[in-house]
């Protein structure tokens, strides 16, 4: 147990993985964070992007759509509103929400597009595409 970590992703619908890991890289809002076992106590928000894990030989992709991330007694807990595996993403899906986002960006002098939104559309859209991505090539 002294080379592994748990790893523990709750989302408000269910826990989407609870697992024994070997590290965990992930996406803090003040930067790219990696987790290794007997790491120290630590919390910290996480920003949009995609959390990977290393378990044994094979490793993991998950899009994040931030959330909070604490570390305790070698137990890794993210909590996210929204969190998908990289293995269940629709790319085809992902690529138009993309595609979508950045035409409403385009729109600059349109009064009715709100481009914060649209700017978050589209760092979600791109976090679940590379983590899409990123599952397939493992």
Same mark, same amino acid.
Do not use: F, W
């Given at each position: 147990?002294? @080379?592994?970590? @748990? $790893?523990?992703? #709750? =989302?408000?619908?269910?826990?989407?993985?609870?697992?024994?890991?070997?590290?965990?890289? &992930?996406?803090?809002?003040?930067?790219? /964070?990696?987790? $290794?076992? @007997?790491? #120290?106590?630590?919390m910290t928000a996480l920003d949009i992007g995609v959390t990977l894990y290393k378990?044994?030989?094979?490793?993991?992709?998950?899009?994040?759509?931030?959330?909070? $991330?604490? /570390?305790?007694?070698?137990?890794? =807990?993210?909590? &996210?509103?929204?969190?998908? $595996?990289?293995?269940?993403i629709d790319l085809t899906r992902a690529n138009a929400a993309k595609e979508r %986002?950045? %035409?409403?960006?385009?729109?600059?002098?349109?009064?009715?597009?709100?481009?914060?939104?649209?700017?978050?559309?589209?760092?979600?859209?791109?976090?679940?595409?590379?983590? %899409? &991505?990123?599952?397939?090539?493992?």
């Amino acid at each position: 147990m002294a @080379n592994k970590m @748990n $790893l523990k992703i #709750i =989302t408000p619908d269910k826990i989407l993985i609870d697992e024994e890991v070997d590290a965990v890289y &992930s996406k803090a809002v003040d930067g790219d /964070i990696g987790i $290794l076992p @007997n790491h #120290i106590d630590y919390m910290t928000a996480l920003d949009i992007g995609v959390t990977l894990y290393k378990q044994d030989n094979c490793c993991g992709c998950i899009s994040i759509i931030g959330g909070i $991330l604490q /570390i305790n007694n070698n137990n890794v =807990t993210i909590l &996210s509103d929204k969190a998908e $595996l990289g293995s269940e993403i629709d790319l085809t899906r992902a690529n138009a929400a993309k595609e979508r %986002a950045e %035409a409403r960006l385009k729109l600059e002098e349109v009064k009715d597009v709100d481009h914060q939104r649209a700017q978050i559309a589209l760092l979600r859209a791109i976090a679940r595409i590379s983590a %899409a &991505s990123q599952a397939h090539k493992l």
